[in-house]
Every structure is written in structure tokens, then in C-alpha cells.
């Protein structure tokens, strides 16, 4: 727990350093054009739809979906500026969130292929600001794409996509200053695993705004994987599997699988696998099961194709770390086909038990004198009398996420790439000289 | 804690006994109309809507209000009628129309009444299975519009969960909507304590003009049609006629889309009860039957007298046993989907099925073995058989090994469901962090103790001050 807290207070103090943004050893921005949607300049009229700022924008109208449709027709969504913004003091728009110009939805596409092509083990995370209107007098909301450039583009074949209906509305009143601050970010990731098809392919953008919804300044970046997924190392010649964390943060499960090609392959080694269930050398917080749901417990169907396990009653955590992990054995087959797939069923964040008052993750009588000040009801003391001695949990259902696999060889073998684990190690060598020696005690 | 208990018991033997059924007023009857004031000629004159239509008494919900047949008045004056058609028989002054007072009456539970049907005969065919029902009413509409007006019953068990729905429409909406008499008939459903018989309005242009007068709801000891009865406990199925006179049948068909019949488990016609198997149970003396069943698949059972195609006469409260013995023959699942059709004098005719057992419940999803309850030995089963082969199974048997997903699989989708439903009934999510850190761990205790020693000196040396 205090290591978790501590690699997580380093992390902030690195960032706040500048030292070490998340993965910022291969962190890189990939240029779109026309970012802020300031390339074409509005006419005096104060906005200007597709047949006008196209080609002058890289933001195609609509791109290429449907098949047969006429790009840049006019009927697209629209560029306005700073003065149209507060024109109409009934239905004021979002104030470009930076420089003078924004764009407003009008229930239609934009897209754009950039000059980067998709590299494997990456996530490619492109952002854009997004703000409702005054009036919602229509749909509000906002899709977004990662798409393939090679292929036609439509929201049927994204790669990634999503509907974000979270977003910032302008508040009655408000000034274009405070609408300029009122901008939510609304990033979608995409995350190309090694044999991804897309790999070699242009990366493409887009989104899809609703008749209420402004967006300004996109961007696109790119990551290495294990910021965001756990994976799997696999050594090649050994056999050895290990769940690696890496993404800056504990991971909280209650099942995962590992199928070689698709639970039909025969690259698995069950006997050496040394599951949860397995007590032999099970890291802390994963207790081994007793058969009735109580800790790890194998599947049933555990074969040459498939291996899992899961957690009814409770779930654990994988800890953040950039050179250890949590091994399982030698449960590959050395010599056998590539083809693993690894997902883990996630839980969200830790949720305080009702009758926390105090919101310190646990009901204990620390919370009585808080429900007195800021509750009072008789409801709030029975949550508190009931749930008292409860700790904060994970919240369920577990939701079911895709990792990734990288197969290392065999012992001291390492090609020519530095890991991105050394790289990051470095920058947390640096964090802790600045710190002083006071945390060098302390392990990642 | 034992006072709420023997309270329970109390209550039970009491409802058991027939002495108190919730809100009964009165033990129901066979073959009388239940229905209090259904020709809504009690009304109160005082209390009004638009077009000074007296409000309509004995109903619970919405409060309802009446046009008048024959301009009778309330205390605001003249009541008009809008309604088109001639009059029905005894229709005296009043018939309810859903849209007068606010808000409309557009859905069932808005204007209804509660018929206590647990006790008194009614209550005995019921828990019989004999029980069948007719319903009627007389519907009209305002003038050529096609709105239209709708009796809708809700079979409710004694916990308020509906067991079955029928609904009673206008068979002549449109243009040439005049008053005319609608009825239907069906079976109640094994555990309905109450009706709830509502009457609405559909509109198909402005208000739901769709008028109503004379509801009529009996309780039949006859059933409209051939049965099937389904023991939940043992998945054993009963062929029988509770009709009140012989039915013909040539053959039939239990059909189940989510594939929970077992034909290893059938004690067909065919092979027990036809020509060629005389006996004291011989359902058909002078036909050979035959099986129309895949013996491999589970999605039906079917079987007819394919020979002359007459079959047999069924006599009145025979029962066939359908089910080998040890029972089986439908696949315990919460999905109860079995469809029964018979072909009777060359008609093919819509039976009825009927469940019993469980306590008039159905199984709970999650309580794959069936016994009750959501607990260790379920998630034994599911965890025994994630990642197993499961294509070769039916979707019902794919259940009972923890496919609850319904996908033929049981992997991550069907362990986070399960998951879900053990935690609710095992006392939700914080109940097993709760119940973690509740126990002691060693080390802890060991510090309960020394701080409680330390704690008593201090105390005391207070006390002394």
C-alpha cells in the first residue's frame, strides 16, 4: 500500500518536474492539420461551412462516408469565430477555447489522414476540447475515430470509436472568458497490439459532432502500450509468463485468460503453470481459493489452448512496476506457436462503503462525529451502523480488457531496443537524487 | 427476531388455511362476474369531469368518469354521449370513457380493481390447475375515430409478481367502431392470488376515446383448452384435460426456443399409450402414433397419430404422464418458454401450460443446480466448467454448466454475471470486504488485547485524580 503511494506520489512530483511525463520516453505527437481549426479564416460573416474552408482545412467533410456522397458540399458541420460565438445573445457558442476560431457540429463528419503510419505496441490517444452550447435545443454530444487510412472511412470500420455525451454546456450568463475555460478534453485511445493489421497503415482521425456540440483544438499522440494495458512477457526459451503492470497504476482483477489461438491452440503448458490457485509463491493480496470462491481458483477447462483463473469473492491488485512482475510459471511451450492472447478482467476504482462520511475508505467511529456534521438522517446512521468495520472495494462488475503479449528470449538475451522499463528507470533515478535519500529506501 | 418469524408463520397458516388472504372481502366464486360496478352505473354525481361526467365509484387508481347513454344528469348538469353504435343490453345510463378527467387512463394499473381470487372455489381451481377464465365487455368508440378500448388482466401471485397477462380489445377499431360485444377466454396461471383487471384506452388520434361498458370477469373450474403442467421441482411433464368434456387429439407439439426439452426423458404416446401399448393408461386403442421428435436435439417434443389421423378423445380430467421416470423431461432453467399446440378435430389449437412448484416461483438466474439457493456449490459447477466445450450442448443444459449468457460459452461475460448475482444474494459487494476485514487477523487481536491492557491503568489512574 505505502509503495503504491509512493510510486504514485513520485509519479506526480516527476510530472510535476517535467521529468517524467507518462511515457515520455516515446511519447510523441503526430501533427494534425489544422489542429485549432484556425487555417481558413471566416468571412466578415462570422462562420463558413465545408464547400468554403476546404480545401484551405485538412478537416474533410465527411471523408468518405456514405458511399456516394459529395464531399464539401456545404452541408457540413461549420467553422464560426470568437465575434459569431456571442452573436446571438438567445444561443451563445462555446468561445474558441484558443485563438479566434472553433468548430460547431451540425450532425456530420470530419476527418483527416495524417502523414504517421500505425507502429505496433503503441496507443495512439487523439484528443479534442468539446463544449455545448447555451441552448441545447438539439442532440448534443460528440463521436470520435481512429481509423485506418487505407480503408474507407465510416463509423461501421473505425479501429476505435466512441460517444462522448459528458461534456461542458456554456452556462446561461456566462462571458466568453469563462466559456474559454469551460472546455472538457475528450480523448479516445487506440491501442495497436504486434500483427495489429492496421500496422504500416496512415493514421486517420475523425469525429462526428451533434447539432449542440463545438470541438477546437485536436491533437494526437502517441504512447507505448503498456502505459495504459497490462501484458504478458513471455520468454521464449524458458517458458516463463509474467503479468507485467506498467501502466503507472495498481490494477485491480478478479479473472484473466491466457488462449493460444483462440482457446484452439496447443501453446500452453497447464502443468507448469503456476496459477493463484497455486499458492507456491503467490505475491501479496492473492489469496490462493478453498474451492468455494474464496481466493484464485482455476477454470475447469484449462488445457494446452486455454488458461485462466478467477476471483469470486473478492478481487486483487496488480501493483505498478517497470522491472519486477507477477510471475506464472513456465506456462508456455517453448517452440510452440506465437499466438497467445492475454485479457484480465478489471474492476473500477475503489468505491467508499456507504455510511463513510468522513470519506476516508473505511466506516469506523471516526464517522459518527462526521455524519453528525454532514449528514444527520437517521438513513445516513443506519448506512453507518450497517456497513460499520467495511473498507472501500473495487467496484464490480469487472469489465473485461484486451492486453497485450511480448515474447522475450531466453535469459540475458535482449535485442538492441532499450526497454521502455530502463528508460523510465533512469528518469526515476534522476527523481530520487532530487528527492534526496530519504525514499531511496524504498522499493518500486 | 423469533416474534417476526412466528408472525410469519402465522400468517402463512392463516393464508394456507383460507382464514386471511390479503384484502379478501370475500371468498370468490365460480361462473359469477367479480367484477364490483362494472357496468359503472354506481357513480357520484357530486364529484365531476369535463362534460359534467359524474365520477365512478368502487374503482382504485385514476379517478374515471362517465358518459351518459341516455343524457342522464349529474349534480353539474346534462352527461352527453358520444359513443357510436346502439346501445347494448342493459346498458343502463353510464359507460366509462379513459379519456375524461386528468391525466388519461392509457395503461393498465391507471383505472383498475384487484379481484381476490386466492379463496372460495376460485382459489381451489387455481391451485388445481383447473382454473380458466372468461372475460367480456362491451366497447365502442367516439363517433368513426379509430381509437379503441382494451380490458387487460394481470394474474398476480401472493408477493405481487405477475405470473401472466391476458388483454381484451376492441375487435372492431375504425371507422365502423360500433358498441359490440368482446370476450375472450384462457387459464389462470397456478399461484394467482389476485386479478388486477384494468381498463383503458388506446388512442390513435387525440385522447383515448375508446369506451367501455359492462366488464365481466369469471372464474371458471374449466380450462379453455388441452394442458401441459410443468413440475419445476422434477422438470416432469403432465399431459392433461381439465376442459369439462372429452377432447379430441391427434397429435401435438411442446416446443422450447431455448432448447430445455429432453426427448431421452419422454414418455411418448407412441411408445406407451398408443395401439400398440394397451394398458390401463392407453390414451389412443385403435391408432399407431408416431414420434416426430429429433431424439438428439432439444427443442421439441412432437409426436401424431400419422395412420387415420383421428387420434384419440382425451376424457375429461385425465391426466397422461409425459416424463420417464426421475422426471428431467424439461431442463430446470428461470427460462420458462415451453409452447404446447395440439391438432384437434383438424384444427390445430393453442394449449395451456402450466408451472407449478418452487413455491409458484421460477428459478432465480444464478441458482444453477436448482436448489434454491445462490451459493458455493454454484459457483463450483460455473467454475468447473469455464473454458469446457459447450457447442455440443443445448442452451438450457449450457446453463445448468454456467452459461448464463446464453452463448453457448462460459468465460468472462458469464464468471462477471455470476458474480453479480452471488453478491446479491450473498449480501451485495461490501459484504465480502465487510466480512474480510471483520476477522481478526492474529496480529491485530494481539493488539486489541495489549491496548485494552494498556488502556485499564490509565483509567483507573484518572479515576484516582
Not at chain 1, 37 to 54: D, L, Q
Not at chain 1, 383 to 393: C, E, L, Q, T
Not at chain 1, 401 to 407: A, L
Not at chain 2, 424 to 439: D, E, K, T, V, Y
Request: net charge negative; charged share 15%.
Amino acid at each position: 500500500m505505502k509503495v503504491t503511494n509512493w510510486c504514485r506520489k513520485l509519479r506526480v512530483t516527476l510530472v510535476a518536474a517535467g521529468i517524467c511525463v507518462p511515457g515520455v520516453a516515446f511519447a510523441q505527437n503526430i501533427p494534425l492539420g489544422d489542429p485549432s481549426f484556425e487555417a481558413y479564416t471566416v468571412p466578415a460573416i462570422g462562420y463558413a461551412y465545408s464547400n468554403e474552408y476546404r480545401p484551405t482545412s485538412a478537416w474533410v467533410d465527411d471523408l468518405d462516408n456514405p458511399p456516394g456522397y459529395t464531399q464539401d458540399d456545404g452541408a457540413s458541420n461549420w467553422l464560426y469565430n470568437a465575434a459569431y460565438a456571442e452573436d446571438d445573445t438567445n444561443s451563445r457558442r462555446a468561445s474558441p477555447r484558443t485563438g479566434t476560431q472553433a468548430m460547431h457540429g451540425l450532425a456530420n463528419y470530419n476527418a483527416q489522414e495524417t502523414g504517421a503510419v500505425f507502429e505496433a505496441n503503441k496507443t495512439y490517444s487523439f484528443t479534442i476540447w468539446s463544449q455545448n452550447d447555451e441552448i441545447l435545443d438539439n442532440a448534443n454530444g460528440l463521436f470520435t475515430y481512429v481509423f485506418d487510412g487505407t480503408i474507407p472511412f465510416s463509423d461501421a470500420n473505425a479501429l476505435s470509436s466512441q460517444l462522448t455525451t459528458d461534456i461542458n454546456q456554456r452556462q446561461p450568463g456566462m462571458t466568453a472568458a469563462q466559456s474559454q475555460a469551460n472546455w472538457t478534453e475528450v480523448t479516445l485511445r487506440h491501442h495497436v497490439r504486434a500483427g495489429a493489421p492496421e500496422i504500416g497503415h496512415p493514421v486517420g482521425v475523425g469525429f462526428f459532432a451533434r447539432r449542440d456540440t463545438s470541438v477546437d483544438d485536436a491533437s494526437l499522440r502517441v504512447d507505448p502500450i503498456e502505459n495504459f494495458l497490462m501484458f504478458i512477457e513471455v520468454n521464449t526459451t524458458t517458458g516463463q509468463v509474467t503479468i507485467k503492470n506498467q501502466t503507472g497504476a495498481p490494477v485491480n482483477i478478479d479473472y484473466y485468460e491466457i488462449l493460444s489461438n483462440d482457446g484452439n491452440g496447443n501453446s500452453l503448458n497447464a502443468t507448469s503453470w503456476n496459477s493463484f490457485q497455486d499458492p507456491g509463491s503467490n505475491p501479496a493480496g492473492f489469496p490462493s481459493g478453498t474451492g468455494v470462491g474464496d481466493g484464485w481458483e482455476e477454470s475447469g477447462g484449462v488445457d494446452s489452448g486455454v488458461l485462466a483463473e478467477s476471483y469470486l469473492t473478492g478481487s486483487s491488485a496488480v501493483p505498478h512496476s517497470t522491472s519486477t512482475g507477477i510471475s506464472l510459471g513456465a506456462a508456455f511451450r517453448p517452440g510452440f506457436a506465437q499466438n497467445l492472447v492475454f485479457q484480465y478482467g478489471q474492476l473500477g476504482a475503489s468505491v467508499n462503503p456507504d455510511g463513510d462520511f468522513n470519506a476516508d475508505g473505511v466506516v469506523n467511529a471516526a464517522d459518527y462525529p462526521a455524519w453528525r456534521k454532514l449528514d444527520g438522517t437517521p438513513g445516513g446512521y443506519d448506512d453507518f451502523v450497517a456497513n460499520f468495520g467495511a473498507s472501500a472495494a473495487p467496484a464490480g462488475p469487472s469489465t473485461l480488457i484486451k492486453g497485450f503479449v511480448r515474447y522475450v528470449p531466453g535469459p540475458g538475451g535482449g535485442g538492441g531496443v532499450p526497454e521502455p522499463s530502463t528508460v523510465l528507470l533512469v528518469g526515476m533515478g534522476l527523481a530520487s537524487l532530487a528527492l534526496g535519500g530519504r525514499r531511496q529506501n524504498n522499493e518500486i | 427476531m423469533k416474534v417476526t418469524d412466528l408472525r410469519r408463520k402465522l400468517m402463512a397458516s392463516l393464508v394456507a388455511g383460507g382464514m386471511l388472504a390479503p384484502g379478501a372481502v370475500r371468498a370468490a366464486n365460480l361462473n359469477e362476474n367479480l367484477v364490483i360496478n362494472g357496468d359503472f352505473e354506481s357513480v357520484d354525481p357530486a364529484t365531476t369531469s369535463a362534460y359534467n361526467s359524474p365520477r365512478i365509484l368502487n374503482w382504485l387508481g385514476l379517478n374515471g368518469f362517465a358518459y351518459s347513454h341516455d343524457g342522464s344528469s349529474s349534480n353539474a348538469g346534462v352527461v352527453p354521449d358520444y359513443a357510436d353504435g346502439a346501445d347494448p343490453p342493459g346498458a343502463g345510463h353510464w359507460y366509462f370513457s379513459p379519456n375524461l378527467g386528468t391525466p388519461d387512463k392509457n395503461d393498465p394499473g391507471e383505472f383498475y380493481q384487484d379481484i381476490n381470487v386466492a379463496g372460495g372455489a376460485s382459489g381451489t381451481a387455481i391451485a388445481a390447475g383447473t382454473a380458466g377464465f372468461n372475460v367480456s365487455a362491451w366497447m365502442s368508440s367516439y363517433l368513426n375515430d379509430g381509437d379503441f378500448s382494451n380490458v387487460h388482466l394481470d394474474f398476480r401471485n401472493i408477493g405481487g409478481t405477475t405470473l401472466g397477462t391476458a388483454l381484451l380489445s376492441d375487435s372492431d377499431p375504425g371507422p365502423s367502431n360500433v358498441w359490440n360485444l368482446n370476450t375472450a377466454t384462457g387459464a389462470i396461471p397456478i399461484g394467482t392470488t389476485t386479478v388486477r383487471l384494468s381498463v383503458y384506452g388506446t388512442a390513435t388520434a387525440g385522447g383515448p376515446d375508446g369506451y367501455t361498458d359492462n366488464v365481466d370477469f369469471q372464474v371458471t373450474n374449466v380450462l379453455p383448452a388441452l394442458s401441459i403442467t410443468i413440475d419445476r421441482g422434477t422438470g416432469a411433464i403432465t399431459l392433461g384435460n381439465s376442459t369439462g368434456s372429452g377432447e379430441p387429439i391427434s397429435g401435438y407439439s411442446i416446443t422450447s426456443a431455448y432448447e430445455a426439452l429432453t426427448p431421452a426423458n419422454w414418455r411418448s404416446i407412441t411408445d406407451n399409450y398408443d395401439a400398440g401399448s394397451p394398458g390401463p393408461n392407453q390414451v389412443d386403442a385403435v391408432n399407431d402414433w408416431s414420434e416426430l421428435t429429433d431424439a438428439s436435439a432439444h427443442g421439441d417434443l412432437s409426436e401424431a397419430d400419422l395412420e387415420s389421423g383421428n387420434g384419440a378423445i382425451l376424457a375429461n380430467n385425465r391426466t397422461v404422464n409425459l416424463s420417464a421416470v426421475g422426471g428431467n423431461t424439461w431442463i430446470k432453467t428461470p427460462t420458462e418458454d415451453l409452447v404446447f399446440r395440439y391438432v384437434s378435430g383438424g384444427q390445430v389449437v393453442d394449449g395451456v401450460v402450466l408451472w407449478v412448484g418452487n413455491s409458484g416461483n421460477s428459478w432465480e438466474p444464478g441458482d444453477l443446480n436448482t436448489n434454491g439457493v445462490i451459493n458455493s456449490a454454484d459457483w463450483v459447477i460455473l467454475r468447473n466448467n469455464q473454458h469446457t466445450d459447450m457447442s455440443g450442448l443445448s442452451l438450457a443444459e449450457a446453463y445448468r454448466l454456467g452459461d448464463l449468457t446464453g452463448d453457448k460459452l462460459n468465460n468472462h461475460a458469464d464468471f462477471a454475471a455470476f458474480k453479480e448475482l452471488y453478491e446479491a444474494a450473498n449480501g451485495g459487494a461490501g459484504a465480502f470486504a465487510l466480512m474480510l476485514s471483520s476477522i481478526p487477523e492474529p496480529s491485530s487481536m494481539l493488539l486489541v488485547l495489549t491496548s485494552g491492557l494498556v488502556a485499564m491503568p490509565m483509567r483507573r489512574s484518572k479515576s484516582r485524580k
